[in-house]
Each structure stands twice: as C-alpha cells, then as structure tokens.
C-alpha cells in the first residue's frame, strides 16, 4: 500500500487515537496469568497486539475477541498455561517475543518462539542473559542473540539485576519471571522507562516495590483478574500534535489520550520548541489519561537526550519531522536503542528527510537536524516501519507537492485508523493499493 499526502491548508478537530499498544499487550498477557476474566475496553486490535494474542490462545488461554474494542481473557492462573503444539509466532512484535519469554521461563514446559525476518534480526540477548541467569535454558541463534528461541522453563531463582539498558521490554521480561521466582526479583535501570509492566502487576494484585531507579516484585503472588480500559495511545497520537504543529492555521484535540508521566516525553520536548499546548487530566489513575491540543505555531530547534530518550524512544521519529520544520538546530542523542527497532530509525529518517530536503546528520547514538529548509514532496521510503511511515506521511503535509508514503501498510502494526483520523481533521490523504 501507498499513501499520497497533499500539502494541508490547515487541521481541525477532535479526534480518538486507538487504545495503548504497550498496555493492550500487557492488559493480555497478565490478564492470561490471572484468576478469573479479564474485560479489556479499548483494545487495540493491530497487528502486533494480536500476535500477542494468538500466542496466548496457543498456551491454552481462553480469549474471545477482539469486537469492538473489548477482549475478554479467562485467566489460566500463575501456572494454568499448557505447552503449545506448535511454534510461537510472534510476526513482527518484539513485545509479544521479549515479555512473553519472561512468562514462558516461568512456564514447566518447552517453546518455541519465533517472528518474521524483521524480528529475527532484533537483539533478544538483553533479555536471555538474565533470564538464564534465573535458571531458564534458553537456546537461540548467534549464541543466544536472535529468535527462534527455544524455551525450556520452571524452577527460577529471584535475582537481582542491573540492566545495562533503560528497556521496559528488559524490565518487563524479568518482572514477569520474577513472578515464578522465588523471593524479590529486583530490576535497577539507568534511567526510568514506561511503567507500564509494574501498574498492571499492582492491579492485579501483585506486590510490587519501587525504590528510585528499582522496581521489585516477590514470586508466587495470586493474581486476580480486573476490568482493564485501555487509554488512547501516545505515541500515536504524537503524529497528530506534530502535524498540529507544522501545518498553518491547525488546531488538534486528541481526546482520552494516555498521559503517563514516562510516556510524555514527545509534550515536553513540543513545548521546548515553542508548541502552544494544552492538557486536560480527566482521570489520575491507574493509567492517567486525558486530552491534550495543540496549536500551530513557529517551532525552534532544541537539544534531546538522556534521561529524556526513555519517555519518548517510539516518538523520535516524528520528532525528527517536527525538528525539520523548526528554525535552527535539534541534536538528538542517547537513542542509539533506534537502531535496533523494525528498521535502523536513526538511519532510515536522516535518509527519508533527506530525500525531501532536510538537512540531516546521522550521529553514532544520534540525529542532528539543521530545520528551516523547505521540503519539497517525492517518493519515500518506509522500510515496512510503521513510525516511518507516518512519521514521513506527518512531513508531507507540509512539503510542497506530493508526498508519497511506499510500504505503507505498516501502519497497520499500531494506527490502523490513521489515514481516517488526518481526513478527518482535513488532510488530503489517499491510499493505493498496490496488485
């Protein structure tokens, strides 16, 4: 599929993102582990989110859905999962692979669990390595790097773990074993990612510990199903505050949005650069959601990195369309992680940007993007990344001509809804599919 993005006159409305992709996959799999049903609202049915759910229907898991937006999981308990008849296939989600090898460590059995060539390129030794050092006998390729994974699990130790990384997926991983553990499991990271992971585990009702840079959960808990709504996901709704932003005359509210203060890193960075934004809390917890707009405006160029990069890692590549449109100079740094995402995103937008005109500057860990230059719209490339994707589909709208968006079915991995949501604000977007 194709996108052919027209230049925008200007954007107006409201509009829904679809549900969370970080907590849908976890509302799944916790709800798996738990007693009872689990009723998720607002589940996003994309493509990654679903694997997550085949995977759990395939070690046994009762799961009806997705119709409307609602899921409802027949939780198998802490140790109700069955050894699955076949491989694992978790497509293109290094979500599905990485967290649901924490469950499967746990799991008295024997897996397999792959993906598609995409995902069998991904690094999965960041999650192995401690999860072996629990007592799972874990093979892989490359030593352990890359999928498939065969899993042989059960009888785990609790450790303590430094993670070389500020990885929710790492911290995840070890989490969700840690619940078979006996004793504390401690995970202690170089700067806090999403805590998703830890929010949930608290609902549910496990015991779950926060010490600074530290989460810890005790093994063994009894986790008993609630109802779980999932709130408008962020980092989609990052494409259309950046669009807010560059295109004239706009005005965007993305209502019931996820406003969890390790996933708001895209806001601050926006208003850093000058974007007049506005943020409504409708509700505090146990996930805080609300609606956020935003109105067009000059933006300036700004420096990113740090601890920063953890709250805004998937939002980099729109960032970098925003910087593009800025005057002066963005330096973004730390996000070397990028590299090891659906596509090298540090490469494949310095490329892409370029191709329209920008002045980009691919660093080791990093981007350097000199705004202020005109783009002019041409064909681009979205390297089957769902975030390119849009994130280019974002610059079209305010290159001159058209800009069109190859690959673009990707999208369909975490906003199946967004060529319908830029058409409603009055973009002119169209699709093509390709025979």
């Known amino acids: 599929m194709r996108l052919r993005v027209k230049p925008a006159r200007t954007l107006q409305g409201e509009v829904e993102v679809p549900g969370d992709k970080s907590i849908s996959h976890r509302a799944l799999m916790i709800g798996a582990i738990a007693e009872g049903e689990t009723v998720i609202e607002n589940f996003l049915a994309g493509e990654d989110c679903l694997a997550t759910l085949a995977c759990l229907r395939a070690l046994g898991v009762g799961i009806t859905g997705p119709e409307a937006g609602r899921v409802r999981v027949k939780g198998r308990g802490l140790h109700g999962l069955t050894e699955p008849a076949d491989i694992l296939d978790a497509k293109n989600s290094g979500t599905t692979m990485r967290l649901l090898l924490g469950i499967l460590a746990g799991q008295p059995f024997f897996s397999v669990i792959t993906g598609d060539a995409s995902l069998r390129r991904r690094p999965m030794g960041r999650v192995v390595r401690p999860l072996r050092a629990m007592g799972a006998q874990i093979m892989a390729r490359a030593g352990g790097e890359l999928a498939p994974l065969a899993v042989s699990g059960g009888g785990l130790k609790s450790i303590e773990f430094a993670s070389p990384v500020a990885s929710a997926q790492v911290k995840s991983a070890v989490l969700l074993a840690g619940l078979y553990a006996a004793g504390e499991t401690v995970v202690t990271e170089p700067a806090l990612s999403r805590d998703h992971t830890e929010r949930m585990l608290a609902l549910f009702g496990a015991p779950v510990r926060r010490d600074g840079l530290s989460v810890a959960v005790r093994g063994g808990p009894v986790l008993k199903a ?111 992680e990028l590299k090891y995402k659906e596509s090298n995103r540090l490469r494949t937008m310095a490329v892409e940007l370029a191709r329209l005109g920008a002045d980009v500057e691919e660093l080791p860990d990093g981007l350097v993007i000199r705004g202020g230059k005109p783009l002019k719209g041409t064909m681009v490339e979205s390297y089957g990344d769902h975030r390119v994707a849009m994130a280019l589909a974002v610059a079209g709208l305010a290159a001159a001509g058209e800009t069109v968006v190859q690959d673009a079915g990707a999208i369909n991995v975490s906003f199946p809804g967004f060529v319908a949501a830029l058409t409603r604000l009055g973009a002119a977007v169209d699709t093509e599919i390709l025979a």
């Open 226 to 336: 609630v109802p779980v709504r999932v709130p408008g996901d962020i980092s989609s709704a990052a494409f259309l505050l950046v669009a807010a932003c560059i295109v004239p005359d706009a005005a965007v509210t993305v209502k019931g949005v996820g406003l969890n203060p390790t996933r708001t890193g895209i806001l601050d960075v926006l208003q850093a650069m000058g974007a007049r934004i506005e943020v409504k809390v409708r509700d505090a917890g146990p996930e805080p959601w609300g609606d956020v707009t935003v109105y067009s405006g000059a933006l300036r160029g700004t420096e990113v990195g740090g601890e920063l990069i953890p709250r805004l890692i998937d939002e980099i590549p729109v960032l970098t369309v925003a910087a593009a449109y800025a005057a002066g100079e963005t330096v973004i740094r730390d996000a070397a």
